[in-house]
């Protein structure tokens, strides 16, 4: 098996179960992989930890960060973002990301590291958002730029956990969204 194949058994595993509830043993038996070869490509457990959170990034993050990086309007940006948390089937299962941000003080110091720098690139695309959209009049601003950053990601974490339980959190989202009033241009 790849080092590849292991990332993709592992970001499953983690994603599927939660990412302290999978033993590194799991992962070994789930991929047909002895542990030390794990160790040789990985490093440690906190490495392989570490490279599945990545590999979710270039996979199902990026869609996140390019819908936040668009050029779309406000509040489609909003709309798209709530779409993509409340209804993607990507995301049936919750948020890899979310989970491990959640357990982050069971995690490494490597994995924790790529949490916090996640958290932060994250925050500052809702603010570049937020801030153009209040530039460009789409949004009226009546809350600090970054307090409604730290809100909108919070809002959007707390749908994708839901989603992880099972639960259909559109409702609840649309009413958490609606503090970011829409102006028409």
Known sequence: MSKEDVLDVAMNAYW???????SL???????????????????S???????????????????MLEILHSKDRFPNIIKR???LAAQDAQHQKGCLFVKMRSEKSQMGEKTQTLIAHLESMSRD?????????????????????????HYLHAQIGLAL???????????????ALSVFEFTET
């Open 16 to 22: 599927e179960d939660g990412p302290t509830a999978v």
């Open 125 to 149: 695309a809702f603010a570049t958002v937020l801030a153009e959209g209040k530039a460009n009049g789409e949004w009226a601003g009546n809350i600090p730029v970054e307090l409604a950053a």
């Open 25 to 43: 043993n799991s992962i070994c038996q789930r991929a047909v992989v002895s542990k030390p070869s794990v160790y040789n490509a990985f490093g």
């Open 161 to 175: 956990d839901q989603r992880a339980r099972g639960e259909d959190p559109t409702e609840v989202l649309a009413m």
């Open 81 to 83: 973002v709530a779409h």
């Open 45 to 63: 457990e906190d490495g392989l930890t570490c490279a599945a959170l990545e590999h979710y990034g270039q996979f199902v993050m990026v869609k």
